[in-house]
């Protein structure tokens, strides 16, 4: 079992910045793929962000490339999203996921998510 805290949410104007802090508990941190999904109110689970195992390999979606980062700390079990120019449609809750091997993109393939943080971009 792998247990997953988020933190680090709130409310930010719009083109301010938020980072998002995942700890990971349970397990060899360094054998899972972490990522970053979000949902918005009315609309699907997308997937943000993801990171291999090692840090070495990462996917970013298009609609956060250049404005958004992901890293994680393997000495602290803990995953990073750095977000910055945050706009108001980046409003969500956000999940950290994890999974044994490599990482997709997909939610089904994910059997570890933290709880949520609300993210909430004012105009």
């Known amino acids: 079992q792998v247990q997953l805290v988020e933190s680090g949410g709130g409310l930010v104007q719009a083109g301010g910045s938020l980072r998002l802090a995942c700890v990971a508990s349970?397990?060899?941190?360094?054998?899972?793929?972490m990522a970053w999904f979000r949902q918005a109110p009315g609309k699907e689970r997308e997937c943000v962000t993801a990171i291999s195992g090692s840090g070495g390999n990462t996917y970013y979606a298009d609609f956060v490339k250049g404005r958004f980062t992901i890293s994680r700390d393997n000495a602290k079990n803990t995953a990073y999203l750095q977000m910055n120019s945050l706009k108001t449609e980046d409003t969500a809750v956000y999940y950290c996921?994890?999974?044994?091997?490599?990482?997709?993109?997909?939610?089904?393939?994910?059997?570890?998510w933290g709880q949520g943080t609300q993210v909430t971009v004012s105009s």
């Open positions: 996921a994890a999974r044994p091997g490599y990482y997709t993109r997909y939610s089904s393939n994910y059997g570890y």
């Open positions: 349970g397990r060899t941190f360094t054998n899972y793929a």
